[in-house]
Every structure is written in structure tokens, then in C-alpha cells.
């Protein structure tokens, strides 16, 4: 499991990349509803571009696996 950290880490670079929320949603295999759910509550960070326009960063990607990886080992 480590590695696909490590791949995912090295996804972040120093030029940030943004993903939709579908395709977030996609990556976590969650409905964009709980995406936005996730939002709202502060569990994932992103910026507003406009009216009806969300991105999130890559790096938001990284920081949950992460987080849930963690959570996976330490029980």
C-alpha cells in the first residue's frame, strides 16, 4: 500500500494540479453528493473558481489516502 502513496505523493507536485469533483469522486469511489458533503464539513479542501465551479487539489488526494492509510495500520 505504501507505494501507491508514494506514486500518489509524487502526483503532487510543485505545480499544483485540480481535479473535479467527479473526478475525485472517481478516484475515492464516492458520489460527487458525499464529495460535496466532505466539503462543507471541511474534510477536503477546494476553491471556489465561480459560480458552480469547485476544484480540488491534487494534493487533497494524497493528504486523504494518507490519512486513511494511517488509520488502516494503526487500527
Do not use: C, Q
Amino acid at each position: 500500500m505504501s507505494s501507491v502513496l508514494d506514486d500518489l505523493a509524487r502526483a503532487a507536485t510543485d505545480e499544483e494540479e485540480y481535479l473535479t469533483v467527479e473526478a475525485f469522486a472517481k478516484l475515492f469511489t464516492i458520489s460527487t453528493g458525499t464529495v460535496y458533503k466532505w466539503m462543507s464539513r471541511g474534510k477536503v479542501h477546494s476553491i471556489k473558481l465561480g459560480y458552480r465551479i469547485v476544484r480540488i487539489p491534487r494534493s487533497e488526494v494524497v493528504r486523504l489516502a494518507e490519512e486513511n492509510y494511517r488509520k488502516a495500520v494503526d487500527g
